[in-house]
């Protein structure tokens, strides 16, 4: 089995407290509420994703019922836990995601707070990952010992992966239970061959059984000393990507005790408060004169969670969820996935219609198969994501490095943020390359 590199400590504050009893009031304290990074999970599909969010996290991210019926992740699921440390351990055993330590049983010091994305790995959700991608700072991609690599959709999310931006990863060699360990030492190699000459050739692979929950400790340690927390800048105008947006309301609820639409995704800056006056862009759909319009939404925030808490307000860093005065019928089933939030009058603009100045990819990802990519052809209609959000284009003008494309579903973006390009090809939408928005 390959050896892991030896890593360095990981360096933890220590206790100003001088009295040995720990006051619930200071129990609460020192946990931190908000977590300070998204984290995604990415890999082909039935690599493992799922069972090993839950084995850092306790929860199953698959709850909508067609997930639990297929086996599969359908939408971008959430899950947030504690990264831990035993002071008596020695490393990487000291490292864990428990109240206790699972070895010596003495109560163990949180570290950091983390927010994990569960992207799916089906060749058909393509469009739900690379939505996904934009809203992370981090990623682990899941490549399971047990199958040849690369797949498919290993080689179509590295791709992603880079095309959205994500500076640094950790690969996770899953699945290490259920093959020999010359089979583990085969698979390895294939991976280091797989990532060469990529932006991740360097990456940690860290051998591990999601379902045996082996080498999580290793992992912990990794994530705490390669994925540091990012600066971001509270001081700027707020700007939240929605990933989700439900209605948690019952059948049959009395509309007298009905709560408001929550809009679930990222703060990628700023910060925002509970009663704050927000704007949702594009909005909701109108017919005007025969046209099919989009229309800003205002509501007002009425409640904010972040890390399972409720708070008075949030900052960038983890997975979030909103609270709104919205009815209940205007979010439900993510019909506002790919919204932007932020105070009104403050938000980017929304397009209808962009350019692009294009850089494709020499070949189609995803394929099993080498297919070169063809140039973009006038009238053609591609698949576009942007931030949290997908939508259709149609080409109605090329020129030399660019296109522009009318959108079937406008999007809310800044000029020059980066756009991923799918193509239809066969009967599925394939990763060709990405653009940047021009004025």
Not at 127 to 143: R, V
Not at 287 to 295: D, M, V
Request: charged share 30%; hydrophobic share 35%.
């Amino acid at each position: 089995m390959p050896k892991i590199a030896k890593t360095k400590k990981v360096k933890t504050k220590k206790s100003s407290k001088t009295s040995k009893k720990i006051t619930k009031k200071e129990k609460k304290i020192e946990e931190p509420v908000q977590p300070e990074i998204n984290i995604g999970l990415v890999g082909h599909v039935d690599h493992g994703k799922t069972t090993l969010v839950k084995a850092l996290s306790g929860k199953w991210t698959d709850t909508h019922s067609e997930e639990i019926k297929r086996g599969i992740t359908i939408r971008l699921g959430y899950a947030d836990t504690v990264f831990r440390k035993c002071p008596k351990c020695k490393e990487p055993e000291c490292f864990c995601v428990n109240d206790k330590c699972p070895r010596c049983k003495t109560k163990t010091k949180p570290l950091r707070k983390v927010s994990f994305v569960d992207a799916p790995g089906h060749e058909s959700l393509m469009a739900t990952m690379l939505s996904g991608a934009t809203i992370i700072d981090y990623a682990l991609l899941l490549i399971a010992a047990n199958e040849e690599c690369p797949q498919p959709q290993t080689k179509e999310h590295l791709m992603a992966l880079e095309i959205s931006g994500i500076k640094k990863i950790i690969i996770m060699q899953n699945k290490i239970d259920v093959v020999s360990d010359e089979q583990v030492i085969k698979n390895y190699n294939q991976i280091k061959e797989f990532i060469k000459g990529t932006s991740y050739e360097n990456s940690l692979i860290i051998p591990i059984s999601a379902q045996h929950s082996t080498n999580i400790d290793v992992l912990v340690q990794a994530i705490e000393e390669s994925f540091p927390t990012p600066e971001k800048d509270i001081s700027k105008e707020p700007m939240m990507f929605v990933a989700r947006s439900f209605d948690i309301n019952p059948p049959g609820s009395d509309p007298v005790n009905m709560r408001g639409g929550i809009l679930g995704g990222a703060l990628k800056q700023g910060k925002l408060t509970i009663n704050d006056e927000i704007e949702i862009k594009p909005g909701r759909s109108l017919e005007k004169s025969g046209k099919k319009l989009w229309e800003p939404i205002t509501t007002k925030i009425v409640g904010l969670i972040t890390g399972g808490c409720p708070v008075k307000e949030i900052f960038p860093g983890g997975s979030v969820g909103v609270m709104t005065m919205l009815d209940p019928a205007i979010v439900k089933s993510d019909s506002l996935t790919g919204s932007v939030v932020g105070k009104k009058g403050k938000l980017p603009k929304v397009w209808y219609e962009f350019k692009l100045e294009t850089h494709l990819l020499e070949k189609v990802v995803g394929l099993k198969e080498d297919t070169s990519v063809e140039p973009i052809k006038q009238n053609e209609i591609l698949m576009l994501n942007i931030n949290s959000a997908a939508t259709v284009g149609f080409v109605t003008e090329l020129k030399k490095d660019s296109i522009s494309c009318s959108l079937k579903i406008p999007v809310c973006a800044e000029p020059e943020s980066r756009v991923s390009i799918s193509r239809r090809i066969g009967t599925r939408w394939r990763l060709i390359g990405y653009g940047i928005i021009k004025e």
